[in-house]
């Protein structure tokens, strides 16, 4: 099978990707807007991209044509974002929160999660969620109908027991991240690992 990706349409085009470029992360952004409204939303075109400085770059998308998801108006407003990893335990919670909520009206509050300050940002973080990392926007970028975020990393907050604090080695058996795979109801567990060791 092949197919010509210039001659399909962007919806067609969105669930090969999204079918077969997996499994991907799950960035669980936490953001407020200049009143202090929080939202929370989840979002799999997600990745890290560099140590120095640390990265990660997420895609939030359009609730509609030219109208930005609450995630990326909140950012654009207070340059600030937590990107928190949910856990197998936290996953319909998660995906819970991708609901679609009238602006200003708190996902974290509808699934009953508790929000946590944050050390660095002003938004806050899930604090039941297992990992969270503290964001500042370094860029914007907008490609055709696509917006990636980029932010650098300031601050982690990370559940004890999940790295050694000497060695940062993580503990496998402790995190159990959950992944995304086709669209729309998809998801995998990564209770299940094998190790393949690299050549020296």
């Given at each position: 099978m092949e197919l010509d990706f210039d001659a399909m349409a962007p919806g067609d085009r969105y669930k090969v990707l999204a079918s077969l470029v997996t499994p991907r992360p799950i960035a669980w952004v936490t953001t407020t807007d200049r009143e202090g409204?929080?939202?929370?939303?989840?979002?799999?075109f997600f990745n890290c991209f560099g140590?120095?400085?640390?990265?990660?770059?997420?895609?939030?998308?359009?609730?509609?044509?030219?109208?930005?998801?609450d995630t990326a108006r909140n950012i654009r407003e207070t340059r600030e974002f937590v990107v928190?990893?949910?856990?197998?335990?936290?996953?319909?919670?998660?995906?819970a929160t991708s609901a679609t909520l009238p602006h200003g009206e708190s996902e974290l509050e509808a699934t009953g999660l508790t929000p946590a300050a944050s050390s660095v940002v002003?938004?806050?973080?899930?604090?039941?969620?297992?990992?969270?990392?503290?964001?500042?926007?370094?860029?914007?970028?907008?490609?055709?109908?696509?917006?990636?975020?980029?932010?650098?990393?300031?601050?982690?907050?990370?559940?004890?027991?999940?790295?050694?604090?000497?060695?940062?080695?993580?503990?496998?058996?402790?995190?159990?991240?959950?992944?995304?795979?086709?669209?729309?109801?998809?998801?995998?567990?990564?209770?299940?690992?094998?190790?393949?060791?690299?050549?020296d």
């Open positions: 409204n929080l939202n929370a939303a989840p979002f799999s140590s120095n400085p640390p990265i990660l770059a997420f895609a939030p998308g359009n609730k509609e044509a030219g109208l930005p998801k928190n990893i949910a856990d197998e335990a936290l996953a319909e919670q998660m995906v002003s938004a806050p973080r899930i604090a039941e969620a297992p990992v969270a990392f503290e964001c500042r926007e370094w860029a914007t970028l907008e490609i055709g109908s696509n917006r990636l975020v980029v932010g650098v990393v300031h601050y982690a907050h990370i559940r004890d027991g999940l790295l050694d604090p000497d060695s940062l080695s993580l503990d496998h058996t402790q995190f159990t991240p959950v992944g995304r795979m086709s669209a729309p109801d998809w998801y995998c567990r990564t209770s299940e690992l094998y190790e393949i060791p690299r050549p």
